[in-house]
């Protein structure tokens, strides 16, 4: 990755910007606000140089991705198989201007710039379906811990990538909530997707179903929203293997 991280240098005549980087990004102790690079307004990812590097550094998660899907594409191609790639459900920092955050994981998304269509469309070209989580989180919730997050907002993003780019979507939990609060997020954030398409391509995976979702009230709470999703004659509801629920839709 140095090497060609140096290679894009000298291609623009910026031999000092290809040592190695980013410069001025601090480390994993310190926030974000207080260093060079991520600063808001006038930190480094604004300038020149930051447009450079994480151009470099999200276009080799782009590179990768683009050769894990055509080789999957490849070798499921004429079967029945459905393929999926996952978006990971980086929000803790999504209320900042910079996202460091994402761009440390080589999403290079900002207050400024969308970067999951280019994901999106490149999981489109080979037929993949967009599988993101935190369906049942909330901003309320976790700006008392993280006054900076926003998992809705990077939820919304997402889906609007997928409906812009008209590919499938799977959708997960986070964690294992079972109160109603969170059954009603799922509901809404499906319904944000769904709402408007004519056929939607959704489904849903409950993950980490353990022994208290059988316990009586949990379980009432759960088929209760497991009705309510199919009530809304998008969803079918299936039980998959791994300990998980599938709730997949209704073409």
Known sequence: MLASLNACAREIGMREWGDGGPIGAGNLMQNPEHTEFFRSNDGSWTRPYGQFFLEWYSGMLLLHGDRICREAETVFRGTEVNTSA????????????????????????TSTRDGYLPIARMFGRYGFAMCCTCFEMQDELERQ???????????????????????????????????????????????????????????????????????????????RFVRQMSDANIFRANLSSGGDINLSSML
């Open 145 to 223: 811990m993280n006054p900076a997050g926003s998992p809705e907002g990077f939820l919304r993003q997402l889906l609007l990538a997928a409906r812009v780019c008209d590919i499938p979507l799977e959708g997960e939990n986070f964690a294992t909530s079972l109160d109603d609060d969170s059954f009603q997020q799922v509901l809404k954030m499906s319904k944000f997707y769904s709402n408007g398409l004519e056929k939607p391509s959704f489904s849903f995976n409950f993950m980490r179903m353990d022994k208290n979702m059988f316990e009586y009230q949990n379980w009432v709470r759960f088929s």
């Open 86 to 109: 996952k978006v990971a459900g980086i929000h803790w920092h999504y209320g900042t201007e910079s996202h460091p955050s994402e761009l440390t994981a080589g999403y290079y998304n």
